[in-house]
């Protein structure tokens, strides 16, 4: 990776950036990182949270991650969000999850390096 900070602290600066971890005795086991912004195309509808990236530790994940996007969706709600965008990799699909939480597929992203 290579993180663009200044981008970050500017996300937080403004009040956009969403920050949730996940901690087992204090020690992080996977994190949650989204912007809140209003959306592009429906600006009036209110705040809607973009994933940027997750992570749950691999020996953490019988429920873990599902705990900490339960976490994150209150956060979101408590800053007035009404709708959260998730996404994940072909590789490494989290769809089945999701769908159990109640998220529902909406789009296909397609990604080509130029």
């Not at 290579?2 to 500017?10: A, I, K, M, N």
């Not at 005795?25 to 990182?33: A, S």
């Given at each position: 990776m290579?993180?663009?900070?200044?981008?970050?602290?500017?996300c937080e600066a403004a009040d956009a950036l969403l920050v949730v971890t996940a901690r087992a005795?204090?020690?992080?086991?996977?994190?949650?990182?989204g912007m809140i912004l209003p959306h592009l195309h429906y600006q009036s509808s209110g705040n809607m949270l973009h994933s940027d990236m997750y992570y749950v530790k691999k020996e953490f994940r019988n429920g873990s991650g599902?705990?900490?996007?339960?976490?994150?969706?209150?956060?979101?709600?408590?800053?007035?969000?009404?709708?959260?965008?998730?996404?994940?990799?072909?590789?490494?699909?989290?769809?089945?999850?999701?769908?159990?939480?109640?998220f529902k597929p909406s789009d296909i992203m397609h990604v080509k390096n130029l």
């Open positions: 290579d993180v663009h900070h200044d981008r970050y602290l500017q005795d204090r020690k992080l086991v996977g994190y949650y990182v599902a705990k900490l996007l339960m976490c994150v969706q209150d956060a979101a709600k408590k800053r007035k969000c009404v709708k959260m965008y998730l996404s994940c990799k072909i590789h490494s699909n989290h769809t089945e999850l999701f769908q159990k939480m109640g």
